[in-house]
């Protein structure tokens, strides 16, 4: 069976991510309503019941506003570190508690669910913690590395790894600097533990660059300070420098922030 990739969500109003073969699946977090998540995954012929487990990177709204219904109403397990579970049901924004559906993960430690293998891994952010997953299938080897101000050789390392990687490219520094964020919250976004720009991790992925990797998404763009071209075309403009093109040596595509991306089948 081949590995499935979709993204049902992907920015600061919600982000959620399925990974997932003709039978089962799991979602890497579910910062969406849960009405929307059955929705498009239905669209996609994927059934609730074939989802074994979600993964959560971090306690921000964006990431956990469907994870109560799934875990409690669903009996589908939550797994997630122990400060970020504690932010969960700490959280204003969340209805149903985890109580039954909570399942602890250590960050470096690997869990099975079926065929997936997933390891959690540290990266900054300005969260309770916070953590980018490496999810194994057979010989495909997949990243989701987001919310991070900044990559940390730890965080570089899972990165690196990757045949396919769904990378963080949060904004544009004009953009953020021209714009009307207050100062406390522009700092917030670029001070190192809050998010990445179209800059930074374009230098990062042209500097890492390995032909083993095949698929680049580019995500968690922000409504106000970010847009899709603006993300590819940093990518564009530093994979150009070195000689890397795109559509040749690799696929690069900036996901929407609210509409689903097509279901992907990844080899």
Same mark, same amino acid.
């Given at each position: ?25 799991? =979602? ?136 396919? =990687? ?99 089948? =990844?080899?």
């Amino acid at each position: 069976m081949k590995l499935r990739f979709l993204s049902l969500a992907s920015g600061s109003s919600g982000n959620c991510y399925y990974f997932g073969t003709d039978e089962y699946g799991i =979602l890497l977090d579910a910062g969406i309503s849960l009405r929307t998540i059955k929705k498009v995954l239905k669209e996609n012929h994927i059934g609730l019941e074939q989802i074994m487990a979600v993964f959560v990177t971090h306690d921000h709204t964006d990431h956990i506003k469907a994870v109560g219904g799934l875990g409690e109403k669903y009996g589908i397990p939550i797994f997630a570190t122990e400060s970020v579970h504690n932010g969960i049901n700490n959280s204003r924004f969340i209805g149903n508690k985890l109580y039954t559906s909570r399942s602890t993960i250590k960050k470096g430690e690997t869990v099975l669910v079926k065929e997936f293998r997933i390891t959690a891994f540290d990266v900054p952010h300005d969260a309770s913690d916070c953590a980018g997953y490496l999810i194994q299938y057979k010989d495909q080897r997949c990243v989701l590395a987001t919310d991070m101000g900044r990559i940390t050789e730890t965080a570089a390392h899972y990165i690196r790894t990757a045949n396919h =990687l769904i990378i963080e490219a949060n904004y544009d520094e004009e953009m953020l600097n021209n714009g009307n964020y207050p100062a406390f919250l522009k700092e917030r976004i670029r001070n190192g533990n809050g998010h990445l720009c179209n800059k930074e991790t374009a230098s990062f992925l042209a500097d890492n660059f390995d032909l083993h990797i095949k698929n680049i998404w580019l995500c968690h763009l922000s409504k106000d300070n970010n847009r899709p071209d603006l993300a590819y075309e940093a990518v564009e403009t530093a994979f150009n420098r070195c000689g890397i093109r795109i559509g040749f040596d690799v696929n690069v595509t900036a996901l929407k922030r609210t509409t689903p991306s097509e279901l992907y089948i =990844l080899e």
